[in-house]
């Protein structure tokens, strides 16, 4: 009998923009445009380099992020995609994404390209409804042009698209942040993606909040809830603490980072998670390009963790998503017991942060609020009961179970 291969998923970074945005903090370059042509034979070394260690394995999503990917044209798009699909098993079925700016994404004709070229899905950067918050944050386009975009990508063919959105922008209220949710959802979208502002040291956001008027913690609470209220009450599943979408249109990619599947990641800053070994690229554009051409590309870092040292992390991802936590793979996998958790997670169900599944347990929406504190505190009670079955081992007594 064939034995079935592994799942994975492939991220490919595209470093470049034409602006950068007030709040960003990932790896991305205004202005390099000049720089293309080279960083795009150099992905394709280091995915041709990578692919023969993955036998094994069978690509079913691709996620092209940045930066901004729609800067580089269709014809190289389509060869890094054309690489990814020669070198590695790619699944017929597999979920093929790319990000793309408003005003980068509205030629119809370039977005069949795309399309034709295997791209099935498109995560557009909306933000916001409104053009002033959009300019208080350095974002370069305008409402109408997502407006364009959403015309031209679906005349072009795409049947799945997501939009992104934030709230808790400078100046933002109430007021304005239901009207981006309405406007957004007036577009049709399959799936929406909801982030509240983070402030990130080292961005120019951080150096001028003073400056600012930004939305204090229980105005962005209560901007989040009424995302979830009014998003669930219009048909969407939300699956994640910052996404939604219709039924059958969760992102299968950034699923696997929530679930703690297999991914390979290519381009600088780029993370990955392969055969038990995290590992990244250095945020270096040029030592990046030098060292996949060269075959010489190493790791910014790396470690080796095995399966069964991902607890903590499978408490944290878990409770991030609708699905929660399951008690039989917590203890059948990680060989822990799943007890002290519950005693945690009864707890906030007091408090309606946290409900029973037939599985285990997950958060609530009110509970999506609270879970860096909820997750601290099983934490700190896993923690506690790991010192307890060490302190039972080292004095020989083997009584302790699951």
């Known amino acids: 009998m064939k034995q079935s291969k592994t799942p994975l998923g492939i991220y490919v970074h595209i470093p470049f923009c034409r602006s950068k945005c007030l709040y960003c903090d990932f790896y991305s370059l205004p202005q390099a445009e000049d720089r293309i042509k080279r960083y795009v034979k150099a ?96 974002r370069i386009h305008t409402f109408a042009d997502v407006e364009r975009s959403v015309e031209a990508l679906r005349r072009a063919g795409f049947r799945n698209f997501s939009a992104d959105l934030i709230y808790g922008l400078p100046g933002q209220s109430q007021a304005a942040w239901m009207d981006s949710l309405e406007r957004t959802l007036a577009l049709g979208p399959e799936h929406l993606s909801c982030y509240g502002l983070k402030v990130e040291e080292g961005t120019p956001l951080h150096r001028r909040q003073k400056e600012l008027s930004l939305p204090d913690d229980d105005t962005q609470a209560d901007m989040y809830l009424s995302a979830v209220q009014m998003l669930t009450s219009g048909g969407y599943e939300h699956y994640e603490i910052s996404n939604f979408a219709r039924p059958g249109f969760a992102s299968r990619h950034n699923l696997k980072y929530w679930t703690l599947q297999e991914y390979a990641g290519f381009g600088p800053g780029a993370h990955s998670d392969l055969g038990e070994m995290r590992y990244a690229y250095a945020r270096d554009l040029e030592g990046y390009m030098a060292g996949a051409l060269a075959g010489t590309l190493e790791t910014d870092q790396a470690e080796r963790l095995p399966e069964r040292e991902r607890d903590t992390e499978y408490i944290m991802l878990s409770l991030r998503t609708s699905a929660g936590i399951s008690k039989a793979v917590f203890e059948h996998r990680y060989r822990r017991r799943f ?61 302790v179970e699951l």
């Open 339 to 399: 007890a002290p958790l519950e005693a945690v997670l009864r707890r906030y169900e007091q408090l309606g942060c946290a409900q029973p599944t037939e599985e285990g347990w997950r958060l609530t929406a009110k509970g999506f609020l609270l879970s860096n504190t909820i997750i601290t505190d099983l934490w700190e009670a896993h923690g506690q009961e790991k010192l307890r079955r060490e302190a039972a081992a080292a004095s020989g007594d083997f009584r």
């Open 43 to 138: 992905l394709c070394a280091n995915i041709s380099q990578i692919a023969q260690y993955t036998g094994g394995y069978q690509v079913d999503t691709v996620y092209f992020g940045g930066g901004t990917p729609t800067l580089l044209s269709e014809r190289y798009l389509t060869d890094i995609l054309e690489r990814i699909a020669q070198r590695f098993h790619m699944g017929r079925d597999a979920e093929i994404t790319i990000e793309a700016n408003p005003e980068s994404a509205q030629n119809w004709r370039a977005l069949r390209r795309l399309r034709r070229g295997g791209f099935n899905r498109l995560s557009l950067g909306v933000q916001a409804a409104d053009d002033a918050l959009l300019r208080a944050v350095g």
